[in-house]
């Protein structure tokens, strides 16, 4: 599985991290709701070591789409709000 | 849905922009290329802003150093002359810049790590189009018009990814950008009417109380240390104090 970190990189990742990355994308919707800086802040990190530990990082001349995009590491808690307005929040 | 789809969905939609605009891109592998370049060119000129941007302020941020000389100078003479009036007002000068300065500086730490990744950003981008243009040339080589636009689909869609990561963080920066030109802008023109207080980005009242206490407290400190410092004959050998 290929997932990149915006302004990061592309990394390859076993499939097998997919259900680890949802489980913390859950978390993330909650604390983006309850606009809990620190959560937010710990479960990013908690999600891109994730990438960075357990998937090989592309080559940069590698030419290849991903199938998960993650966002850019100091994306900001407001920005996260902002990612979900607009077509309002869908549950899961 | 989460963070992550969300984010797939945003960069897929700048993906397709990038690949839309360049009107059928598989069947023209040249004018891909080119559109590639030209993004090229674009992030190389947003890390050319980045770094005006940031000489910008660095030169206020010595203008403001500057005057923190001038004013401890002026109240080193004014405690000289006996008028500790005088050296108060100029030691709240002082704090006053003092402030605006970790300001900058702040701001300064904040456009260089803009640059920085904007840096990585170009590099990353220009190792990708060079790969394409390889890809580009030798698949052009090998294979018909209608093969090529298969064979060079995947790659092209992985460097409208990259294009469209890009993009988004050149905005971003752009957005910062401005934003802090917008209170370079502001600052200049306090600085000009001489009424700088409110820079300091300290927007609750409580924060703000808290700043003045420490501010004033840091003039009498101030102030005693010029006290002490003193010599007692001084007074008497003033600029215009006459002798």
Redesign the interface.
Known sequence: MIV?I??E?QYNLPGAYIDD??DI??Q??EV?ETKDQEGFDRLLKQMLDLVREKGSALP???????D?????PDITLEE?EQ??TGEG???? | ????S???T???AKMNRIVDNAENPAENLDLAYEKQREMLRNVKRGVVEMVTAKRRLQLQAGKVKENITLVENQARQAMAAGREDLARQALQRKQTAVLELDGLDSQIASMELEQE?LT??E??LQ??V???KN?KEVIKAQYSAAQAQVRIG??????S??MG?IS??VE?AETKTETLKAKAGAIDELAEMGMLDDFSGHGDSLGKELAAISASQNVEDELASLRVALPSGQKKALPGGGE
């Open positions: 990149r915006l302004t990189g990355l949802n994308d859950n993330l919707v983006v940069v001349d590698e030419l290849v789409e991903s998960l995009v993650l966002p850019e996260g990612l979900f929040m869908l549950p899961g | 849905m989460g963070i992550l969300r984010m797939s945003v960069v897929k990744k990585n950003a590099q990353r190792a990708k060079e790969a394409f890809k995947g790659a092209l869609s992985g460097l990814e990259e990561d988004l963080a971003r």
